[in-house]
């Protein structure tokens, strides 16, 4: 016997058929004699409708454009997981189980205050775990918690995960398995290589490269948790017959394991490709060479709340000047363009350019770690596709080279067979 705790996305509640057969998984688990904690999402695209709402109000009451209190944007956007909670409890109910709906304040999970992007701080699972153990069902809404103000917060879009994790951290969960519309983490995007094999297992270290670098199966912060609390976490289909041969199985579920890389007896070099796209470049040149410069660079742009990420500096040829070139979102580049406006002669740089629309593939593995030559294949296989390398970073265990937009397929193909991903 076990404790599981599963998590159902927003595509596996969609409606009350796909709640209905979300209920059959959690019944097929109860059934083998297991306590079982599930969480759920949204219905797909629910919260994105409520966000909506609330960035449209200020345009129909005439305020100020753009200025809500983030208190009531929880309060708005935290229901619609308050909704399939009841939904799947019902099921449940329906199918002869002991079942009840929890939201976060009841448990309660307790949260920082930052409305809209809140952390986790701590669960009080007692009454979950008794309560398992007299064999209810606890269906608990994820996405949300209750803040030091007393008011609901949300953790973040694609929070939901986060909440699954945390909740297997909180009642010791021997597993926490992620329900989602893919049937696990793939070595790169199957819909840009069909060659795309789908991993047995992957690191904590690596899965957390490979969601940070643009690879949408988690959220960050779920899988930042799982690591450091050693939570052993499945991505698995919610889309396959609950009751096909193999789904129950305890150990070898169907799907991927995220886990201690100790459990991972055959590491391959490299695990996976991932790439980010709305990448934009910006270089700021004829710097002076001095301490302090970047500081006077990222401080202002930190302080926006925007989102660095990779950062080149030249070495200057006499000493005196340099040039510095970083990455940003997309999204972020006018933003940036005016903090460092407003910053020039703090900074002191000659001109600033800037270019939009860039990709960033990365090459993940921790099996780099003790290997040679990873980074140069990587460069090798691109330049004999003529593809051009804009900026490159690494870290122990990832490769991230930034390129022109309309290259990212092929440099993503290309990638993935140089290291014989495709293979075996
Ligand atoms: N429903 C929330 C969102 O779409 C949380 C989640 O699904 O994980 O962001
Ligand atoms: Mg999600």
Redesign the pocket.
Same mark, same amino acid.
């Given at each position: 016997m076990a404790r599981i705790v599963m998590k159902f +996305? +927003?595509t596996s509640v969609a409606d009350l058929d796909r709640i209905k057969n979300v209920a059959r998984h959690v019944k097929r688990e109860v059934d083998a004699g297991h306590e079982v904690a599930v969480v759920v999402?949204?219905m797909s695209g629910?919260?994105?409708e409520l966000v909506g709402w609330v960035q449209n109000m200020p345009k129909v009451t005439g305020a100020n454009h753009s200025i809500y209190d983030a208190r009531e944007y929880d309060a708005v956007?935290a229901s +619609?997981?308050q909704v399939t909670s009841g939904l799947l409890a019902i099921a449940l109910q329906a199918m002869g189980i002991n079942a009840r709906s929890w939201q976060g304040w009841q448990i309660p999970i307790r949260t920082d205050n930052a409305h809209g992007a809140a952390r986790i701080l701590e669960i009080e699972g007692a009454e979950i775990i008794r309560r398992m153990g007299e064999g209810q069902v606890a269906v608990v809404a994820?996405?949300q918690g209750l803040g030091p103000d007393n008011r609901l917060s949300t953790? +973040?879009?694609?929070?939901?995960?986060t909440s699954a994790v945390a909740i297997a951290a909180a009642v010791k969960a021997d597993r926490c398995d992620i329900y989602t519309d893919v049937d696990g983490v793939y070595t790169t995007d199957p819909r840009i290589e069909p060659k795309a094999r789908r991993l047995k297992k992957i690191a904590f270290e690596e899965m957390l490269e490979m969601a940070s670098l643009g690879a949408k199966v988690l959220?960050v912060r779920s899988v930042e948790l799982a690591m450091v609390f050693k939570v052993r976490t499945f991505v698995r289909s919610s889309f396959e017959d609950p009751d096909a041969p193999g789904m129950g199985d305890l150990l070898n579920p169907p799907g991927t394991l995220i886990c201690d890389e100790e459990e991972i007896v055959e590491q391959e070099v490299v695990t996976g490709i991932a790439y980010a796209k709305d990448e934009a470049q910006i270089s700021l040149r004829r710097l002076a060479d001095r301490p302090g410069v970047s500081a006077a660079i990222f401080g202002p742009l930190a302080e926006s709340h925007i989102n660095v990420d990779m950062i080149v500096q030249n070495i200057s040829e006499d000493g005196s000047k340099t040039d510095m070139t970083f990455t940003v979102p997309s999204g972020d580049v006018e933003k940036a363009l005016r903090v460092l406006g407003e910053n020039k002669d703090k900074i002191g740089y000659d001109v600033v350019q800037n270019e939009s629309g860039l990709v960033k593939v990365s090459v993940i593995g921790i099996g780099m770690r003790s290997h040679a030559g990873v980074a140069a294949t990587a460069f090798q296989a691109l330049a004999e596709k003529g593809i051009n390398i804009k900026a490159i970073t690494t870290s122990e265990i990832k490769i991230s080279i930034l390129i022109d937009g309309p290259y990212a397929e092929l440099a993503v193909r290309t990638l993935h067979s140089c290291y014989g991903l495709d293979k075996s």
């Open positions: +996305g +927003g999402s949204a629910k919260t994105n956007v +619609g997981e994820g996405f953790l +973040g879009r694609g929070g939901s995960d959220q």
